[in-house]
């Protein structure tokens, strides 16, 4: 820390009691100065030759005759302390200026008005000179002086510390680190490759430091510095979560605080932060802005900033994972969850994507941009297929008309495979047994069979939790797959709601039908015969095994049980359809 001594005579400076300040030297003193609650024995001499204050204060009093011959100043800026310096420096005694003192003297020398205009050399000039040489070329200094700053408001803004310790913040903030060579609080040279820069100092240095301001005051700095530029947006979004993550607990762990003045001082803290947040998209980090939005939602923010944070976070939500969207909804919801803010979200990266969409479309120089568009998409429908598995697990309230509103947003986003669906389908009919066979149906027209993996159907044919109609499909098509690879499985049009659905008997005679007629000159008459064999008689059994028991074609998860292997063929209760495809073979 830099400090300047001024003065070369002894402090004589003296106390009596609390309240009692005075001179100890043979000569009386003849005035007092009442400082707040602090008398100040002094003598007018030197006051006069340093004051124009107390210039015109003594002879007012002097003239006066119904004056006490005491001198009152009780609003003179840094109380008793900066007082008693401004007066040791008037006698020449020695006094020590530093980072912490400074402000408070420099105002109330401004206060008494201790200019060159007086007597050269003056108390205003050599702070001047002090804060200028040494203070504001220190780092730690300069940050130190503008936290003092707040305590002698106005008087501090009218001799204009405040804003030249802004601008040296952001001068030294702006540097190049290979430059940087004082300390600094958070030291992660170690953790630097040296080849990053000369003296390892990372470019985000200063964040840490900043982050023990007040908030008004880290609003000034971080204006100032964007203001000044030099810093990458990224920098900003970095010290704006340092920021958030020391000044409001509610950020790191969601707690329930019961002080409602704790409540109002966070939440004006977080609604600050959201209001800094750097235009440019890839400024902060899409996990920043759910941690911001979950705080948002368990301190009760305003609904213009849970706007701005859900357009933001819409933005890149491909950034996002699982355990981002888990929002804990407010006390007395339906839901532990918040599932409708996931909804928002989904929204708002809708929107977002068909804006981005149509300007590419209009901008003939950007080329390319729909493949970006739909890798996006496809990372979205991944995001949340784990999320409605993983909410299906955990939310115990989670209806099945709520997880198909949140599916079919995503529906049509491209995917490579629907085992992130069948996945979270699962999961829902695990959880919620007791859901109707139609909402089971509902459920499973998210699905797209065909879409399926081998490892995903060999595990859903076996699902006593599936509909049998669901495992019948699912057959059919990895026969087709079997049979002829390079044959994309497909179904007759129809009107049914979603990305796929349930097979009916017709259905699947007409699959088969196609399956025939595609490996009828790939394969032999006996080995298609045994291969439809097998399969047919896996799906027929489960069917009539179905109908037996309530005579429909779904059954309850104890009707499915059966793994596929198992079931032998049931040739007395063959359907015409079986029965033409054994005469044709």
């Not at 609650?37 to 006069?48: E, N, S």
């Not at 104890?558 to 049931?570: A, I, K, M, Q």
């Amino acid at each position: 820390m830099k400090f300047m001594k001024l003065g070369s005579k002894p402090d004589s400076f003296q106390s009596d009691e609390d309240c009692i300040r005075y001179v100890a030297t043979e000569l009386a003193t003849d005035v007092v100065v009442n400082v707040g609650d602090v008398k100040f024995y002094l003598h007018k001499f030197p006051l006069l030759s340093k004051s124009a204050r107390l210039q015109k204060l003594i002879a007012t009093t002097t003239t006066d005759e119904q004056s006490d011959d005491e001198i009152r100043i009780p609003d003179i800026p840094g109380g008793p302390p900066a007082f008693e310096i401004c007066a040791k420096f008037c006698y020449g005694m020695t006094v020590t200026l530093n980072a912490y003192n400074v402000v408070a003297v420099r105002c109330a020398a401004e206060y008494l008005e201790m200019y060159e205009s007086i007597e050269s050399g003056n108390l205003v000039y050599k702070i001047e000179v002090f804060l200028n040489s040494s203070v504001l070329r220190s780092w730690k200094d300069s940050i130190i002086v503008l936290q003092t700053t707040r305590s002698f408001y106005p008087w501090s803004e009218d001799v204009k510390i405040d804003v030249r310790c802004l601008e040296s913040i952001a001068l030294k903030a702006a540097m190049d680190p290979a430059r940087v060579d004082w300390s600094y609080t958070y030291n992660r040279r170690k953790l630097i490759p040296p080849e990053i820069n000369n003296n390892g100092v990372p470019r985000d240095w200063w964040i840490e430091d900043l982050a023990e301001l007040s908030i008004d005051l880290f609003k000034r700095v971080i204006s100032t510095i964007r203001r000044k530029g030099g810093v990458l947006p990224e920098v900003i979004g970095e010290a704006l979560e340092v920021y958030a993550a020391k000044r409001i607990p509610s950020f790191m762990i969601q707690n329930d605080n019961d002080d409602d003045e704790d409540v109002m001082e966070e939440r004006s803290l977080l609604e600050t932060l959201v209001s800094m947040l750097p235009s440019e998209k890839q400024s902060v980090s899409c996990g920043f802005l759910i941690k911001l939005l979950k705080c948002s939602v368990s301190l009760e923010c305003g609904e213009e900033e849970r706007k701005e944070l859900s357009r933001r976070i819409g933005e890149k939500l491909e950034e996002a994972n699982v355990a981002d969207l888990l929002i804990r909804a407010p006390e007395g919801g339906e839901t532990v969850y918040d599932i409708d803010i996931v909804e928002t979200l989904i929204d708002e990266f809708v929107t977002q994507t068909q804006k981005r969409d149509e300007l590419d479309c209009s901008d003939d120089i950007n080329e390319g941009n729909g493949f970006v568009s739909d890798n996006s998409k496809a990372n979205v429908a991944k995001l949340i297929d784990g999320y409605l598995a993983e909410i299906s697990r955990i939310e115990p309230n989670l209806s099945s008309l709520k997880f198909i509103t949140v599916a079919e947003k995503v529906s049509n986003f491209p995917r490579s495979s629907h085992d992130g669906v069948y996945r979270a389908i699962d999961m829902f009919l695990k959880q919620h047994p007791g859901i109707t066979k139609s909402e089971k149906k509902s459920l499973c027209r998210l699905m797209d069979c065909r879409k399926l993996s081998p490892e995903a159907c060999a595990h859903a044919v076996q699902n006593e939790r599936l509909p049998l109609r669901v495992v019948v499909q699912i057959l059919f098509f990895e026969q087709v797959r079997a049979t002829c690879p390079t044959t994309k499985p497909s179904l007759p049009p129809s009107g049914s709601h979603g990305s796929s659905r349930t097979t009916t008997e017709e259905e699947c005679d007409s699959v088969t039908a196609t399956e025939e007629t595609t490996t009828k000159d790939k394969t032999s008459s006996s080995e298609k015969s045994k291969a439809k064999g097998v399969v047919m008689s896996r799906i027929f059994s489960k069917l009539w095994t179905g109908k037996d028991k309530d005579g429909v074609g779904d059954v309850s998860s104890s009707d499915t049980s059966e793994s596929p292997g198992s079931v032998t063929t049931v040739g007395d209760k063959s359907t015409p359809s079986t029965r033409r495809r054994r005469s044709s073979s």
